[in-house]
């Protein structure tokens, strides 16, 4: 159960001072961000930071950690940003899922490495590749041509 805030004086009771960052100790979902009870709607604590101190962001509008911590609510810390630039954030921090590590990821990076041999070395087609490891033929020729799974040596 999220915990009830009243006011963001009531919010900074919560924190611990953790390097630069200020952690919410209270409740958090689980990514990790703080959630509270705000005029019975639950909130994720940034946001209502964020909320508290400049106004609620606009639809479709998130709030971002510089910080790269998701408990933290120093207000500095906090910038509103669209989807897009949380996803563009996460690749140049390196947080983006990435082959096997990816939930929807069918093979592996072995497997990878597998594919592009047998393409190179003994010529077998996108199509057979594709029926023997369990994916599409699509999936294989963006493999073979270093369309996907570039990480892979």
Request: hydrophobic share 35%; aromatic share 6%; proline share 8%.
């Amino acid at each position: 159960m999220a915990r009830r805030a009243t006011s963001l004086l009531d919010l900074f009771s919560r924190v611990e001072v953790q390097g630069e960052c200020l952690i919410w100790t209270g409740p958090v979902d689980p990514d990790g961000y703080g959630m509270v009870s705000y005029k019975d709607e639950t909130w994720r604590v940034p946001r209502l930071v964020w909320t508290f101190l400049c106004g609620p962001p606009r639809k479709g509008v998130m709030v971002l950690h510089s910080c790269d911590n998701p408990p933290c609510i120093r207000p500095d810390h906090l910038a509103p940003g669209s989807v897009m630039d949380n996803k563009q954030d996460q690749l140049r921090r390196g947080r983006q899922p990435r082959g096997s590590a990816h939930g929807r990821a069918k093979i592996n990076e072995a497997q990878v490495v597998e594919i592009r041999q047998l393409h190179r070395e003994r010529g077998m087609i996108p199509r057979e590749l594709g029926e023997m490891y369990g994916v599409s033929t699509a999936a294989v020729e963006f493999i073979v041509k270093r369309q996907t799974w570039r990480h892979v040596p």
